[in-house]
């Protein structure tokens, strides 16, 4: 057996063990281990390099969408977004369910109907980070990739692209990303084409839940955080909404509540967010993971969402509360700015910062917000205060968001992408 079977080999035993290993090693262990595989992917895709060569004529023309589709996490939530695009755009598409073994959960049945994985087609859409295009190259086999035009479908939070990522644009032949924030972040470090491809958004599915079926009662009025730690605490920044609540209402208004709903969760979390409120009235927090039918009826269930978040590199779930009608207070700072401006959203105020210590994928060094929590607490108060103001702001959110992201519009960014890919490059 070679040195490279004997890797893939080891890096197929690491991703099996991952849920063993998370619950006994500290994350700073588990970290140096991902990067060394991440290390030893990129060593074997490097042995045998892949010459990208599109042959339009080898494969019928569509889609072959590769991606967490089942996953529910935001990560999920966008892969199967891009999936109603090409749907809404007339393009046959097939999907292939990538999964890594993880305490994620793969659920999501919306797009079950369309799972085949397999790969007729020939362009394939990867969406997946880019740390994890190497794994994924040897996961899933070099022929997946010959003869077809390769396309990844990123997301990035901050200004800067990882140069330990930049290896993986060896394996693909241009870049989409949901945001101009990411797009141009990622323009910085490549000269393959990289375009702007927001998501399709029609009005999330909230079913019949209502405050009932979550146990919240109808006569406080209730600011909504939500997070998955999977996403770093850092970076999605509740306890900054946290902060903004208590400044804006203390521990003495009884008519004011607060949800915090957090995905994957350690008992180190919990107890942070519960010890930051401590003595307050009307507390409420959801640590169970919900499908996202029940997520929307919580968002919709809520007067007003906070999101006091860092960085983002589209915003979910700011832009859903807006189609859901729930206000939203937001961080004045990268890609949610898109969608968002201070006619329709309590935009607040910021101050770069450095980060002292890397977080996650987030290397120290860099740079996000930190958001003003005194102006956030301000806008709290006035819409406490205000309803008229509050049911205003609400109806020009979503009447904003539903004409930015018109789906038919959006699936006519995909159709004339895919239309100059086999009329330019394809002829090439």
């Known amino acids: 057996m070679d040195k490279h079977n004997i890797i893939d080999l080891m890096l197929k035993a690491a991703m099996k063990m991952k849920p063993i290993l998370r619950r006994f090693l500290p994350m700073n262990v588990l970290r140096g281990i991902k990067r060394r595989i991440i290390d030893a992917s990129i060593a074997k895709m490097n042995a045998r390099p892949l010459k990208l060569r599109f042959i339009r004529s080898a494969n019928p023309d569509g889609i072959n969408l590769i991606g967490y589709i089942k996953a529910e996490m935001g990560l999920g939530q966008s892969c199967r977004l891009v999936a109603g695009g090409l749907e809404t755009a007339g393009i046959p598409f097939t999907v292939y369910n990538y999964e890594q073994a993880s305490i994620m959960r793969y659920n999501d049945q919306t797009w079950a109907h369309k799972i085949t994985n397999t790969t007729p ?18 996961n899933i086999g070099r022929g997946v990739w010959r003869k077809r035009y390769n396309i990844a479908f990123w997301l990035w939070e901050l200004e800067e692209f990882p140069a330990e990522w930049e290896e993986a644009f060896k394996l693909v ?7 101009e924030f990411t797009s141009n972040c990622v323009r910085k470090v490549t000269d393959k084409p990289v375009h702007t491809m927001p998501y399709a958004l029609r009005a999330p599915e909230c079913g019949e839940y209502r405050r009932r079926h979550f146990e919240l009662p109808e006569n406080l009025t209730l600011f909504l955080c939500m997070y998955d730690c999977n996403s770093t605490m850092a970076r999605k920044n509740p306890i900054g909404a946290v902060k903004a609540f208590k400044k804006a209402f203390g521990r003495d208004n009884v008519n004011v509540g607060i949800i915090v709903k957090v995905n994957n969760a350690k008992d180190s979390d919990i107890v942070q967010i519960k010890t930051e409120l401590d003595g307050y009235p009307g507390v409420y927090i959801f640590s169970e993971v919900m499908d996202k039918v029940k997520v929307n009826g919580l968002i919709a269930c809520a007067d ?7 960085a983002e590199g589209f915003g979910l779930v700011p832009a859903e509360a807006m189609f859901l009608g729930t206000p939203v207070v937001s961080t004045n700072w990268s890609s949610t700015t898109e969608f968002m401006n201070h006619d329709v959203t309590c935009l607040v105020d910021y101050e770069f910062v450095e980060i002292k210590e890397s977080d996650g994928p987030y290397p120290s060094g860099s740079r996000w917000a930190e958001p003003n929590i005194n102006q956030a607490a301000d806008y709290l108060k006035k819409l406490y205060d205000d309803e008229e103001y509050r049911n205003n702001l609400a109806k020009k959110a979503k009447q904003y968001i539903e004409g930015k992201f018109a789906p038919e519009s959006m699936a006519l960014l995909l159709s004339k992408r895919i239309a100059e890919i086999y009329d330019t490059v394809a002829s090439s």
């Open 121 to 138: 087609y020939n362009i394939n859409l990867f969406h997946l980070n880019p740390y994890e295009m190497p794994s994924a190259f040897l």
């Open 173 to 179: 032949d241009e870049v989409w990303a949901p945001s």
């Open 304 to 310: 007003v969402l906070i999101s006091l978040h860092r």
